[in-house]
């Protein structure tokens, strides 16, 4: 009877802990963190240093959003890891975006010219890591494949052209 009890507890032990791990990484979605220059110095990381270049206007909002570079992450509704936003600035703007751990990432672009929140298809401009193609056939979602890019513990720097109608 004792060795049954101890086997039991020691397995409900073991499921707890492994609940414990999996938390971290399902609490890596969504987040919603500011600009930190300090993220992306030497010796930091895993994290991503965009440039996005070609910014439209000084008006609006710039969206900055990283996801893993998979299937079922890549532009689905709440799959993202960071956003930030900040006032656009006409040009080009640079962000810092850490990420959880080294890995195949994407990071998504947007500029909401009039600050509504929503995306308005004529006149809000939008950008996507490696810069692949947007057209009508692939709807502004290319391939996961296109836009990963791999980070390993250091800062990798990416730039990004901004695209409008």
């Known amino acids: 009877m004792t060795r049954s009890f101890t086997t039991l507890a020691g397995m409900t032990g073991l499921a707890l802990a492994a609940a414990t791990l999996s938390i971290p990484a399902q609490a890596q979605y969504r987040q919603t963190i500011t600009e930190n220059p300090a993220k992306c110095a030497p010796g930091a990381g895993p994290a991503v240093r965009v440039t996005i270049m070609g910014i439209k206007e000084s008006r609006g909002t710039i969206r900055v959003q990283s996801y893993r570079a998979t299937k079922e992450d890549w532009l689905e ?48 401009g939008g950008a996507m890591s490696n810069n692949p193609s947007i057209n009508i056939f692939n709807l502004g979602k290319p391939s996961y494949k296109k836009v990963g890019f791999t980070v390993e513990s250091g800062v990798e720097a990416i730039t990004i052209n901004m695209r409008y109608r």
């Open 77 to 124: 509704k709440g799959r993202w890891i960071n956003r930030m936003e900040a006032p656009a600035k006409a040009g080009t703007m640079s962000f810092c975006m850490p990420l959880p751990a080294a890995g195949t990432y994407g990071i998504a672009v947007r500029h909401d010219l009039n600050g509504n929140g929503k995306t308005d298809i004529f006149s809000d």
